[in-house]
């Protein structure tokens, strides 16, 4: 084993991110970012619940309707449960971590990302009672926002909106069966049975979506003055077709992307923008991913031409195309003033896996200014996110609690009103505008990781809680924004993008602060099986930009009186490369100049990531 020591600097060169020494603690910002999603929960809260000036509320949702739709999120300062923003929020969720789950897992934060995602699931499950049938929203904006209350005073109306064949919705059935296939690519390994649940919702909602087509504010008029789905929904229903391509690997989704392709706007639209409206710009990314894969067989003709789109959207954020996105002199992607940060995050996101699948393929971009290297797009999503962690023209930090200067009036009934675990007198619908809104104090309750609106064209910020504007968060400016910090923290780790997705089972969610302790310098006990035993040791540890990695030495022995030929162990909670094993599947084999292991004698393997050991197990073993 001695020929690994001279590979530490290869080690090294591979586990830190270009970014790790960075200015920004991205771990930081990714914690706080997925805490936001639980301030936002409608329903009744965990025991686990962290933001704990929250309580229950909407508990009689859907009641008026026959239909219990208890639970799922608020999509930004309201109290209204508006159905499209919010599945798009669970598929970006979703795609974080199916992207960057490994990172997450690292840090500590897949746990957290995962319940985020199923709470919104949990949902959608609940609006979904029969295969056509859809609830799109609870409430409605107009009494809402007639109102200033805490979720747990609201004394609006709670009807349920819903679509059916009658009264269609295919952007709305369409990315609602996005969001349940992405979601069960999350829970594969965890909960199989909770990820066949989901693809079958996804299933019937596709089947839904597509066969009685219609705009779903055409049937849930209340939605129009808010959410809007100003590009229809031929979008919706080529992202619904590429997610569950990638959920099931079904023939017949990437059927749907090839023949429809053109029809559908997916190989014609040059997108600036990418959203909780417009999806071209995803599905284009997604369908490029498959072309890089080899999987598009006989469509390769259409899907390159989803690729061109892709690229030309890559490019234009760069600002190296015809026709480019718009920046602020401070450098961040601007497209309206109303809650821009949703088309920061949305774009950077795309720029970030886009990067990383052109990488994992030793490919570089295409734009009309020539050949751009991947990592230039990793980069633009970096500046984009250092901007909105502070590093901008007014040095103010955009997420809420992170930094030293961000918003403190922020938008948001529940933050801006003193919390009902603190003063369970009722707030009324008129009485909290007179009392809490119109006040110039800062918020009480402090909205954690929430990503306001953000800046104007010209970087300017006016931090007051009626610049709705500017100062409203939404849980879809975030959900994006947990991938690329995930990245941006943990760097690529060395593995192929373009391999199929194994989302790392979460280590159990801790919800009280412990102690922090450093792996154990003595060796862990030994586990055996039977006649195998496993024992393991840090060897050696070292600091390399800002964060510790460790060595692992591991050393399993065959006790028995007979030869060990055949040994597969399943290594769990593992950040970093090996050495001294073959992959195979989900498990480890013998290392390819072993084929076995004699009584008595012992094979070593060794690994190299900045957390506690692995959980090492024997899976099978064959002794002869």
């Given at each position: ?394 040095a103010t930090s955009y997420m809420v609690g992170y930094g030293s200067n961000f918003p403190q009036r922020v938008h948001h009934r529940g933050s801006s009103i003193v919390s009902i675990k603190v003063n369970p007198s009722f707030v009324s619908c008129r009485g909290g505008y007179a009392t809490w809104f119109s006040s ?23 931090d007051e809680r009626d610049n709705y504007e500017q100062t409203e968060p939404a849980t879809y400016n975030n959900a994006p924004l947990i991938g690329i910090l995930a990245r941006l923290g943990g760097g690529h780790g060395g593995y192929n993008q373009l391999l199929p997705v194994a989302v790392p089972v979460p280590m ?117």
């Amino acid at each position: 084993m001695k020929n690994l020591l001279c590979m530490f600097p290869l080690v090294l060169l591979l586990l830190s991110s270009p970014f790790a020494s960075a200015g920004h603690d991205y771990g930081q910002a990714l914690s706080k970012g997925i805490l936001f999603f639980e301030a936002q929960r409608s329903g009744y809260l965990p025991h686990n619940q962290r933001v704990s000036w929250r309580a229950h509320s909407g508990l009689q949702d859907g009641k008026a309707s026959g239909v219990d739709l208890v639970g799922g999120y608020y999509d930004a300062g309201d109290n209204v449960k508006f159905g499209l923003p919010m599945a798009f929020t669970v598929t970006m969720l979703s795609w974080s971590i199916i992207e960057y789950g490994k990172q997450m897992a690292a840090s500590g934060e897949l746990g957290h990302a995962m319940e985020a995602v199923k709470w919104g699931t949990d949902y959608f499950i609940k609006a979904h009672p029969q295969p056509n049938v859809l609830y799109g929203e609870v409430g409605d904006g107009n009494t809402d926002h007639y109102c200033w209350q805490r979720p747990e005073d609201m004394t609006t109306d709670r009807h349920g909106y819903r679509i059916d064949p009658s009264n269609p919705g295919s952007d709305l059935a369409g990315e609602t069966a996005a969001a349940m296939a992405a979601a069960s690519m999350v829970f594969r390994r965890s909960n199989p049975a909770y990820s066949g649940e989901l693809l079958r919702h996804a299933y019937e909602l596709f089947d839904f979506a597509d066969k009685y087509r219609g705009k779903y504010d055409s049937s849930i008029t209340v939605a129009q003055k808010y959410y809007r789905s100003i590009s229809g929904y031929n979008d919706e229903l080529l992202w619904a077709a590429a997610w569950l391509y990638q959920a099931s690997n079904k023939q017949y989704y990437l059927n749907y992307l090839g023949i429809n392709g053109d029809s559908m706007g997916g190989t014609g639209w040059s997108m600036t923008e990418f959203g909780w409206d417009v999806k071209y710009a995803g599905v284009q990314t997604l369908v490029a991913k498959f072309l890089m894969q080899g999987k598009a067989g006989h469509h390769a003709p259409v899907f390159e031409r989803y690729q061109q789109k892709a690229e030309s959207f890559m490019c234009s954020c760069l600002g190296k195309s015809n026709r480019n996105v718009q920046k602020t002199p401070g450098g961040l992607i601007f497209r309206q003033r109303w809650n821009n940060m949703q088309f920061v995050t949305s774009a950077s996101f795309l720029a970030t896996v886009y990067s990383d699948y052109l990488a994992s393929s030793g490919r570089n971009l295409r734009c009309n200014s020539g050949i751009v290297p991947p990592a230039e797009l990793l980069s633009l999503a970096k500046s984009q996110v250092d901007y909105i962690l502070g590093d901008n023209p007014r040095a103010t930090s955009y997420m809420v609690g992170y930094g030293s200067n961000f918003p403190q009036r922020v938008h948001h009934r529940g933050s801006s009103i003193v919390s009902i675990k603190v003063n369970p007198s009722f707030v009324s619908c008129r009485g909290g505008y007179a009392t809490w809104f119109s006040s110039k104090r800062s918020d009480p309750n402090l909205l954690v990781g929430a990503l306001v609106g953000g800046p104007d064209a010209y970087d300017d910020f006016a931090d007051e809680r009626d610049n709705y504007e500017q100062t409203e968060p939404a849980t879809y400016n975030n959900a994006p924004l947990i991938g690329i910090l995930a990245r941006l923290g943990g760097g690529h780790g060395g593995y192929n993008q373009l391999l199929p997705v194994a989302v790392p089972v979460p280590m159990p969610v801790v919800t009280k602060p412990q102690p922090s302790s450093n792996p154990k310098t003595t060796p862990s006990p030994a586990s055996s099986s039977g006649p195998i035993s496993i024992e393991q040791e840090m060897t050696t540890s070292w600091v390399a930009n800002g964060r510790t990695y460790y060595r692992y030495s591991t050393v399993v022995t065959n006790k028995s009186n007979k030869s060990l030929n055949s040994l597969n162990l399943s290594i769990s909670k593992l950040y970093g490369p090996v050495w001294g094993l073959t992959k195979s599947g989900d498990s480890y084999t013998f290392p390819s100049w072993l084929s076995s292991l004699s009584p008595g004698k012992s094979l070593e393997f060794v690994y190299i990531h900045s957390a506690s050991p692995a959980d090492v197990s024997v899976a099978n073993y064959v002794l002869a």
